[in-house]
């Protein structure tokens, strides 16, 4: 490659995914290739290294040809990716040698925990907390996913927050670097499934559902102005009646003006490959499956009992968007300084 068209690596950003058990967080990293080749949009990702890559591809290939959802995340893992902008493409040029085009790179590492080591009580979340809390403190950006299923039917959204948070604060926040006392991350707080009946069926029952004018099949969505209150709906079904203190407790210790809202699905909606169109009375995109043997319990903390296999494509939905939110808020702002770097 000639050195004028060679590129340094960019500057990495740190993000880290937290979410209880199941929420989704694993699908929701798998859906992002897929998410951004529907876009059809100047953003690409590739790996920075084997394994990152490979992530990309097996994901990739389950959540598209097998239709299969990822196994529950047994240890931490770590994925190094670039997101990169095609160079606009003005024309040809007068010039007789025309300056070669320069991408626009945004560096990723993101990390992805199992949801139980956010648990709340230390003995639950096990011996790897220290090193999810050495990733948080790293990270500038926290992608927190809240699933109002899993809220509907064990509501304890809450106990994988609150430990974390103020652990968190605390290492970061007691030697008084922060002035405002604040964490510095950026935060883009997500619900999941929205793809779900009860989920959908809230929204709609708001007045929430709009088509997205960007998409050729005219996907329902949920603006990301009304995420926010679609969440706080969502948490009054609660089975606990706690996740009402999620949003608060998040507000107590990341500023308000680096948290953005969003309403997402890494699925999506179901779309009949035969008519080849979204139908609202038939928008599920995921089929129960069979137990693999009789009685097949649920893990402690793990995946829920029923499985679920996915019916038809995938058309992700606000996943490419958290992400784009937080790389160019991160890397519009100087790298931080971080403790154990
Ligand atoms: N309806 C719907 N279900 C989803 C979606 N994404 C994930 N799921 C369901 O949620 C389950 C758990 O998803 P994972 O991505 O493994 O969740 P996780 O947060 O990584 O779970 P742990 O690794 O155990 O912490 C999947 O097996 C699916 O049943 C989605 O976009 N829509
Ligand atoms: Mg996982």
Redesign the pocket.
């Known amino acids: 490659m000639p050195p004028e068209q060679q590129k340094p690596s960019p500057p990495e950003h740190s993000i880290a995914i937290w979410?209880?058990?199941?929420?989704?967080?694993?699908?929701?990293l798998?859906?992002l290739n897929i998410a951004l080749m529907h876009k059809k949009g100047p953003w690409r990702i590739f790996g920075s290294d084997g394994p990152s890559s490979d992530f990309l591809v097996e994901m990739t290939t389950a959540l598209s040809k097998n239709q299969s959802?990822?196994?529950?995340?047994q240890a931490i893992g770590n994925y190094r990716w670039v997101l990169s902008r095609k160079a606009d493409d003005d024309g040809p040029g007068r010039s007789l040698r025309p300056k070669p085009k320069t991408a626009h790179r945004i560096g990723l590492d993101v990390v992805?925990?199992?949801?139980?080591f956010y648990h709340a009580q230390r003995a639950k979340a096990g011996p790897d907390r220290e090193a999810l809390l050495d990733n948080l403190e790293r990270s500038s950006g926290i992608v927190y996913?809240f699933?109002p299923?899993r809220e509907f039917k064990s509501g304890d959204a809450f106990d994988f927050l609150h430990g974390v948070l103020t652990d968190l604060a605390g290492r970061m926040l007691s030697n008084g670097e922060y002035a405002d006392d604040m964490l510095p991350h950026h935060l883009a707080v997500c619900v999941?499934?929205?793809?779900?009946l009860r989920v959908l069926r809230t929204a709609q029952k708001l007045g929430m559902l709009m088509p997205d004018p960007d998409d050729q099949h005219s996907f329902p969505r949920v603006d990301d102005d009304y995420a926010e209150e679609l969440f706080q709906e969502l948490c009054s079904v609660s089975s606990s009646g706690y996740a009402g203190m999620v949003v608060p407790a998040l507000k107590q210790f990341f500023r308000r003006e680096q948290i953005k809202f969003f309403v997402?699905?890494?699925?999506?909606f179901f779309v009949d490959p035969a008519k080849g169109s979204f139908d609202l009375d038939d928008p599920q995109?995921?089929l129960p499956e069979a137990p693999r043997h009789p009685g097949e319990p649920a893990g402690p903390g793990?995946?829920?009992a029923k499985?679920?296999r996915i019916r038809g494509p995938v058309y992700p939905i606000n996943v490419v968007e958290p992400m784009l939110w937080l790389g160019q808020r991160m890397a519009a702002q100087a790298p931080r300084r971080t403790a154990g770097r």
């Open positions: 979410g209880a058990p199941g929420s989704g967080k694993t699908t929701f798998a859906a959802f990822p196994e529950a995340t992805d925990a199992p949801g139980g996913l699933d299923i999941t499934k929205f793809d779900d997402t699905s890494s699925i999506g995109n995921l793990g995946p829920p499985r679920y």
